[in-house]
């Protein structure tokens, strides 16, 4: 072991004594920023540095565990992202089907989808499907895989989907709009029966929620972290809880 990361290590381990995990966050939304970038400033490929980001997720998850997080919302690949080049965009969706199929076959946490899967290829479909399946009983963390996701897009879905459930039911759109509030809508997103996001990390230096859980993220505070994903370390991770720890969480203002 080198000095540095004797170093690192001691004041890892300093953080982690010093924090209240009482005041964890439940939910933790992670916007895994800087796979390419990485890859870039490494020397590699593209397709390197993703693959580099999904060998993140696990330990990122134990991170988690360890710090009493409930829910985790892992933002894989944006709706914008589908119109990349296919000599990026398919061999990134083969990385992220073998990161949700590599969670799923841990056994330890139960993955969900979220995003719009008529917009992915079927055999991504059939993956988060089988991954859905085969982790339903798990007991461990709830993973969000936000793959073919776009917040604006959640939102549309969601009231195409309440008014889809309301049409059947007979309810005239005069009589729905009566009636209609912020709940009816929450009860048809992607992360329906979930809290929402208390905290939203975003690694890369970007200072941007570009789209992320636009209807959750109301009251969620954002912690952005100057690190390339495939370089986030514990010590990044324990950093952003101590500073959500220390804030006063003002609801609705």
């Known amino acids: 072991m080198n000095l540095r990361d004797l170093v690192y290590g001691l004041y890892s381990r300093r953080v982690e004594r010093r924090l209240d ?6 939910h933790v ?33 134990g991170w988690c565990e360890e710090t009493g997080v409930e829910v985790v919302t892992l933002w894989l690949l944006s709706t914008d992202n589908l119109d990349r080049p296919a ?7 083969g990385i992220i089907e073998d990161a949700v199929t590599d969670l799923a076959a841990a056994g330890r946490w139960r993955v ?26 798990a007991t461990g963390l709830l993973v969000n895989v936000a793959v073919g996701y776009g917040g604006r897009q959640e939102i549309a879905d969601a009231v195409r989907s309440l008014l889809h459930e309301h049409a059947g039911r007979g309810t005239s759109i005069e009589d729905l709009a009566e009636i209609l509030d912020v709940e009816h809508i929450a009860e048809h997103l992607y992360t329906r029966g979930q ?3 208390d905290l939203v990390i975003r690694t890369s230096g970007e200072q941007r929620l570009s ?28 950093r952003a809880l101590r500073d959500y720890a220390a804030r006063h969480r003002r609801y609705g203002s």
Not at 50 to 59: C, P, Q, V
Not at 87 to 93: G, Q
Not at 217 to 235: D, N, Q
């Open 21 to 26: 995990v009482s005041q964890a966050p439940k």
């Open 29 to 61: 939304g992670v916007i895994l920023d800087g796979n390419r970038r990485w890859a870039k400033a490494a020397g590699g490929t593209t397709e390197q540095g993703h693959r580099a980001g999904a060998d993140k997720i696990a330990e990122m998850l």
């Open 87 to 93: 000599d990026e965009l398919v061999p990134l969706l």
């Open 112 to 137: 969900h989808h979220v995003g719009t899967m008529d917009l992915l290829p079927s055999h991504t479909q059939h993956v988060l499907k089988e991954a859905e399946q085969a982790t339903d009983g």
């Open 195 to 197: 809290p929402d996001p």
């Open 211 to 238: 789209g992320f859980m636009l209807w959750q993220s109301a009251h969620s505070e954002y912690y952005f972290c100057e690190v390339f994903w495939p370089a986030f370390r514990k010590v990044d991770f324990l």
